[in-house]
């Protein structure tokens, strides 16, 4: 990893909540809200999109490194209490890049996901949308959605099955049961393991490798290999289409509430199947 003493600060609307620094040519970008164990809100959402609108718009960046703060937990999804609190970001451009700003914003830059600790749900769901990923030893990956009544609807349902084997994501999608770092490498989902403390280093070293080669030569076999025409997936539309329909009507059912409730509860909940 460069020497931080040369990062650059790009601000975003995150403000606290996002770090994001340009080393070289790489840009850093930290969720940085250890406290809530990296978890997603209004202010993160709108920091990441923000950083990775920068990353598009600047030729000086070749790589995006995305991480989050602290040595427990990459990120842990939605922040429940925002969304309980009925916290809306009221921004067009939050549709148009999805959740936390990121698994609907396809750019041409490669994006490299540094997961330094648990990646549970919209963690996993912004794993699965970035191009290459690094973990920690004890990095814990998983949608367990289906636990709390909900479906992981932020892409995880559609790209865990083209990740990885079908069979194997559908066990983790159904039975909502993590995967451990070795396992995701095993199966593909991560790039790298590696020992608490090298992250970063990883993460730039393989930033470093794409980053031999020419920028607009690798932005080019981006957009071709992820279908990526004007900054869009095209191929995926159908998908987020239906996980919208079937978001609207699991989120309506009674489990879903009584999945919020006892997970507020601190209890197992009872499930009625409507």
């Keep these: 990893m460069e020497d931080s003493a040369t990062a650059i600060h790009v601000a975003t609307g995150g403000g606290d909540s996002v770090r994001a620094e340009l080393h070289g040519h790489v840009l850093l970008v930290t969720i940085d809200r250890p406290e809530a ?44 209490k925002e969304a309980a609190a009925g916290v809306f970001l009221d921004d067009p451009r939050a549709a148009r890049w999805g959740f936390a700003g990121f698994v ?3 750019i041409s830059k490669p994006v490299i996901a540094a997961v330094n600790g648990f990646a549970l749900g919209g963690g996993t769901e912004i794993v699965l949308a970035s191009d290459l990923a ?23 349902s559609f790209r865990l099955g083209r990740q990885i084997p079908a069979k194997i994501a559908l066990e983790a999608i159904l039975t909502g049961e993590p995967i451990p770092a070795q396992t995701a490498l095993q199966l593909g989902l991560v790039n790298r393991v590696v020992p608490a403390g090298h992250l970063l280093d990883a993460a730039f070293e393989l930033a470093e490798r794409i980053m031999a080669n020419a920028p607009v030569a690798v932005q080019a076999s981006k957009r071709l290999a992820r279908g990526i025409t004007d900054g869009t997936v095209a191929a995926e539309g159908p998908d987020w289409a239906r996980s919208t329909e079937e978001s609207k009507a699991v989120i309506a059912s009674a489990d879903a509430r009584e999945g919020m409730r006892a997970f507020a509860e601190k209890r197992a909940p009872r499930w009625q199947g409507k």
């Design 104 to 106: 609907k914003h396809a």
């Design 134 to 156: 690094v973990a920690v030893e004890t990095a814990t990956f998983g949608l367990p959605e289906v636990k709390r009544g909900i479906i992981a609807g932020a892409g995880g």
């Design 37 to 80: 164990r990296n978890a997603i809100n209004a202010a993160v959402t709108l920091g990441i999109g923000e950083a990775l609108d920068y990353a598009d718009e600047h030729d000086d960046v070749w790589v995006v490194i995305v991480t989050g703060a602290g040595d427990a937990s990459f990120c842990a999804g939605q922040d429940l």
